[in-house]
């Protein structure tokens, strides 16, 4: 049986939702979001371990369903020092009645924790494929600064 074309404005898969969070998680296909587009961490003292999760959506079209897609994530300083990472990989199948149909992929990565030694301002950067999909730019400052 051939598979039917890929619909208009395929393309690579794609980023569409990338947020920093007191917490995520994914129950019955929907994404709960606590304390979302986290910008300022407050930290007690330093070197600090940070801690928070991850919510991402990724749009797959229908031709790049089905296949292995890796989806990582790098966290670095103001002047590009690398400080940690994280990545999973993702296959978003078909669903049987949706023909040529783009598919909508959420994720929460939930407790990830990031050392920072002192007051800095970091980046959060997603990619899909190594390609960089988006920037976040955040702080980690003295709890009361």
Same mark, same amino acid.
């Given at each position: ?24 998680? $994914?129950?019955?296909?929907? *994404?709960? $979001? ?18 928070? #999760? ?30 940690? #990472? ?22 929460? $990565?939930?407790? *990830? ?6 007051? #800095? ?6 990619? $899909? ?17």
């Amino acid at each position: 049986m051939q598979e039917p074309e890929a619909v208009p404005g395929g393309g690579p898969a794609r980023l569409t939702l990338f947020l920093l969070c007191d917490r995520a998680e $994914i129950l019955k296909d929907k *994404l709960y $979001i606590m304390g979302g587009g986290m910008r300022t961490f407050n930290a007690r003292s330093f070197p600090a371990q940070i801690r928070f #999760s991850i919510a991402i959506e990724v749009l797959v079209p229908w031709a790049e369903t089905n296949r292995e897609i890796p989806l990582e994530f790098r966290f670095e300083t103001a002047d590009g020092q690398h400080i940690g #990472s994280a990545g999973i990989q993702f296959a978003h199948g078909r669903p049987p009645l949706l023909r040529g149909e783009d598919q909508h992929a959420m994720f929460a $990565i939930s407790d *990830l924790a990031l050392g920072v030694p002192e007051t #800095s301002q970091l980046v959060a950067i997603a990619s $899909i494929d190594g390609k960089e999909q988006r920037r976040i730019t955040f702080q980690v400052q003295a709890a009361g600064g």
